[in-house]
């Protein structure tokens, strides 16, 4: 009897992909409660809060939530950075320091691990088209279909438009949902731009390592910051909105009641006479 054949997979999660789908996991169970427990601190406090506070804590708290784990993640290696080779350098530059770094391996100065890592590390840029593939989609990209590319790149969007919408249901936190959304659509539309017209954003006189698709990283990484800032800003001050407004129809409220006993004393007052005018009317 013929083995059965493994079923083939429907598509894979590279590692940007899973990082994506671990920091949107990350949002939801850590960054959102402690946004939650922020602006529950600062209605607690009420009058106290002035609205510059506001700011500072609704960006301060999901800040602090998403980059303290940064500290102890291992940094993926960026190439360029390994290399000592600026992206604002030519290829002949580049091929210098190779050349450099065999003249210390062949002298027997360079260990074998470090020239193999500076060897493996020089393959991802030494010509244009594996340059291309690692500055825009990183490396072990170039194996991607069509189907894979559309998951990977879409799959980030998906797990976000899932959160805002989540996030920004209840009625306090629905003025959050307009900028969110529009800045997952102005992001999108960024990734797009960079990924199939290979537009470069990076200003490399300021940034000379960072790639296109490394400044996208940090746009999903920053992306949190905004949405969970947004909600919690939009929260405090609709919660604190609803209470003035409930406090000035408790105030009209005791007015009305007011005048209505201003009114119903100002009656009893009136109707001896009346009654005394009924009576000679009558008499007449």
Do not use: C
Not at 141 to 160: A, D
Not at 202 to 218: A, G, H, S
């Amino acid at each position: 009897m013929a083995a059965a054949t493994p079923l083939p997979e429907l598509f894979r999660l590279y590692p940007d992909a899973l990082q994506d789908s671990h920091a949107a996991a990350y949002a939801l169970l850590v960054v959102a409660p402690l946004s939650a427990l922020a602006s529950r601190l600062l209605l607690y406090r009420g009058k106290k809060t002035s609205p510059l506070q506001v700011y500072i804590v609704s960006l301060a708290v999901p800040t602090l939530a998403v980059w303290l784990p940064m500290w102890y993640l291992p940094e993926e290696k960026n190439v360029y950075k390994l290399l000592s080779m600026s992206r604002m350098e030519t290829m002949y530059q580049w091929a210098q320091k190779y050349a450099f770094f065999r003249k210390h391996y062949q002298a027997r100065t360079m260990s074998p691990e470090a020239w193999r890592t500076i060897d493996t590390a020089y393959d991802n840029i030494y010509n244009e088209k594996s340059r291309s593939l690692y500055d825009f989609w990183g490396p072990g990209h170039e194996e991607m279909s069509l189907y894979e590319t559309q998951v990977n790149v879409g799959l980030f969007y998906v797990l976000w438009f899932a959160i805002i919408y989540a996030v920004t249901t209840p009625k306090a936190t629905q003025a959050a949902s307009k900028l969110s959304y529009v800045a997952l659509v102005a992001l999108m539309a960024l990734e797009i731009t960079v990924k199939l017209t290979r537009y470069d954003p990076v200003i490399k006189e300021m940034y000379p390592f960072t790639t296109p698709r490394e400044f996208l990283l940090w746009g999903h990484r920053f992306f949190p910051i905004l949405v969970f800032t947004m909600v919690s800003i939009k929260k405090v001050f609709y919660v604190d909105m609803e209470k003035h407004h409930q406090r000035v129809l408790v105030h009209m409220l005791e007015k009305n009641m007011e005048t209505v006993e201003e009114l119903q004393s100002l009656n009893r007052e009136l109707l001896p006479e009346r009654e005394s005018k009924e009576e000679t009317k009558k008499k007449k």
